[in-house]
C-alpha cells in the first residue's frame, strides 16, 4: 500500500481526494498529484526488474489493482552519437514498443482501482496503443480517438487490443476536441490532463538513477510534444532529490519538430503564455502538438532544470534515423527527432557531461515512413 495524497488543481489550488474519479479540476483546469513518494532501497533492490519495484513511490493504493506486463527496467546503452558516449534508455522495448507504457500501466491501474469499465483516450498512435493495451489485460473497455493520418501500424496495434477506434479528420487539436465531447460522459483515461500517467512515466527518471548507482545524470534529452516524459522526468527526478537519495537533478533539454514549437518559441521569446502556431506535417508526428494542455508545465520544469529547448529538422531526423539504423537500432522517427536533437545539443556542449537520453518507440510502428526515408 502506498501513502494517500490528493488532487490538486493546477490553476485554483483546489483539493480533491485521490480516489475522485475526476481528470480535472471543477474550474476547467488540469490536476497534479501531491503525496509523499517513499524510497526503500533495501526492498527496491530485493524486487525484479520492473517499474513496480518502486511501489511505494507510486499513488496506486492496493497491490490487487496493479495492472502490468512486467514492464520497466529498460536497458540503459551507451551509444556514441558524433563520437560521444550517451547513454540511452531503451524505452522502445516496452510491451507495446513505447515509453508511453509507464503511464499507462499506473493510469490503468488507477481506474481499474476506481471501478471504471469504459475509458476514452486521444492520441497520435503510441498512447492509444498503450492505454488499448493495458485496458485489454484488465478487461476494461476503452475507446481511442486518433487522427484520421495516423500511421497504419500503430492503427493496427490499437485495433488488435480490440480497442474501439475512432479516425478523426483534421489536425490533431481536432482528435483533441472530438475526445472531450466524448469524455463529457466517460472517465477521460488521458496521458496529458490524468495526472495518474506522469506518476507512471517518473519511473524513468527512478530507473536511470538507480542504473547510475543511484545517482542523476548531469543532463537528460528529451522529446517535448504533450510533455509526458519531461514531466514524468522532471517529477520523478524532484522527488529522489527531496527524498534526499541524490544530490542534483539533471538540466533537461526538450526536443521539439522545428515545423510545430509552441514551446521552443515561448522559451526562447520568454514568453508566459504558449503562442499559436502554424504547424506543417513533419516525420516527428509524436510530438507535433501544437497546443499541449500541460504547457506552462513544461515551460516550468525545463527553466527550474537550468535547461533549454532546440529544434530539429525532418532533414535531421532522417540522418539520425538512418545513422542509428547502421548502429543496430530500429526506432521510429518521433524517437530519431529526440537523437537528431542530442547531436544538435553536442555541436554546442563546452564540457564532459553525463548525457541521458531515450528511444521512445519502436521503428515497426512507422515501417511506411522509414521505408520512404531509407529507399
Known sequence: MTPMGELVCYTCSKGYPLDDPRWRCECGSILDIVFEP?????????????????????????????????????????????????????????????????????????????GIKTVVEDSSGNAGCAVAAYCARAQI???????????AGKLAQIMLYSAALQKIPGSREDTAQAVLAAAKNKYYASHS????????????AYEVCE??????????????????????????FTELRSAGI????????????ERCAPLYRAFHEDLEEIPPVEKTDTLAEGIAIADPIRGLQILEAVRK????????????????????????????????ATTAGIGKYLESMHSDEVIVSVFTGHGLKSTEKIVKVVT
Not at 73 to 100: G, M
Not at 193 to 204: E, L
Not at 251 to 256: E, L, S, Y
Not at 305 to 327: A, H, I, Y
Open 38 to 114: 517513499v524510497f526503500a532501497l533495501d526492498k527496491i533492490r530485493g524486487r525484479g526488474p520492473t517499474m513496480w519495484r518502486y511501489r511505494e513511490a507510486i499513488p496506486v493504493t492496493l497491490d490487487r489493482n496493479i495492472v502490468s506486463f512486467d514492464e520497466g527496467f529498460t536497458p540503459l546503452v551507451e551509444v556514441r552519437l558524433n563520437d560521444y558516449p550517451v547513454l540511452i534508455k531503451q524505452d522502445h522495448l516496452f510491451p507495446s514498443a513505447s515509453y508511453k507504457d509507464r503511464g499507462a500501466s499506473v493510469l490503468i491501474s488507477k481506474v481499474k482501482e476506481l
Open 141 to 151: 473497455s476503452c475507446e481511442i480517438f486518433v487522427p484520421q493520418d495516423t500511421a
Open 193 to 204: 490532463w490524468n495526472p495518474f500517467f506522469f506518476h507512471g512515466t517518473k519511473t524513468f
Open 211 to 236: 542504473q547510475l548507482g543511484w545517482k542523476s545524470p548531469d543532463t537528460l534529452i528529451v522529446p517535448a510534444g504533450n510533455g509526458t516524459l519531461v514531466l514524468g522526468a522532471h517529477i520523478g
Open 246 to 257: 541524490i544530490d542534483k537533478t539533471p538540466k533537461i533539454i526538450a526536443v521539439q519538430a
Open 305 to 336: 532544470s537550468g535547461g533549454s529547448f532546440l529544434t530539429v529538422s525532418d532533414e535531421q531526423v532522417m540522418d539520425s534515423l538512418k545513422e542509428l539504423g547502421r548502429k543496430g537500432f530500429c526506432i521510429e522517427p518521433t524517437a530519431a
